[in-house]
Nanobody, 122 residues
C-alpha cells in the first residue's frame, strides 16, 4: 500500500519561500505525482504535477513562483514555493495518480497524504 507523508509547511510573510516535501513509501510507483491545495471554504485545486517522464505542469496562479521536482532515489516529491502571497494560504496535499500521465482531476489520484499547512501573512 502506498503511503504519502508531507512536511515543510509553516507560516511565512508575503514574499517568503517554503519547500514542501512528500515522502513516498510502500512500493515503487511510476505514476504521475501532484500537489494540490485546499483553502477554507474552497474546493481542492491542483497546484503542480509531474509525470513519470518528468514533464511538469502548473496552475496559472503559481507559474514562475513554484517548482515541482522529485528525487527518485530518495522517493521524495518536492514543491519549492517562492514569492509567496497571502492567497497561497491553504492545506497542501501530495497525491499519486492512477496513470503515468497527469491530469488536474482530483478523482484521478488514488492516494493522498495528510496535508501540511501553509500560511502566508501580508
Amino acid at each position: 500500500q502506498l503511503h504519502l507523508v508531507e512536511s515543510g509547511g509553516g507560516s511565512v510573510q508575503a514574499g517568503g519561500s517554503l519547500r514542501l516535501s512528500c515522502r513516498v513509501s510502500g512500493y515503487s510507483t511510476n505514476s504521475c505525482m501532484g500537489w494540490f491545495r485546499q483553502a477554507p471554504g474552497k474546493e481542492r485545486e491542483g497546484v503542480a504535477t509531474i509525470a513519470s517522464d518528468g514533464a511538469t505542469s502548473y496552475t496559472d496562479s503559481v507559474k514562475g513562483r513554484f517548482t515541482i521536482s522529485k528525487d527518485n532515489a530518495k522517493n521524495t516529491l518536492f514543491l519549492q514555493m517562492n514569492s509567496l502571497k497571502p492567497e497561497d494560504t491553504a492545506m497542501y496535499y501530495c497525491a499519486a495518480a492512477y496513470a503515468t500521465y497527469c491530469t488536474w482531476g482530483r478523482y484521478d489520484y488514488h492516494t493522498w497524504g495528510q496535508g501540511t499547512q501553509v500560511t502566508v501573512s501580508s
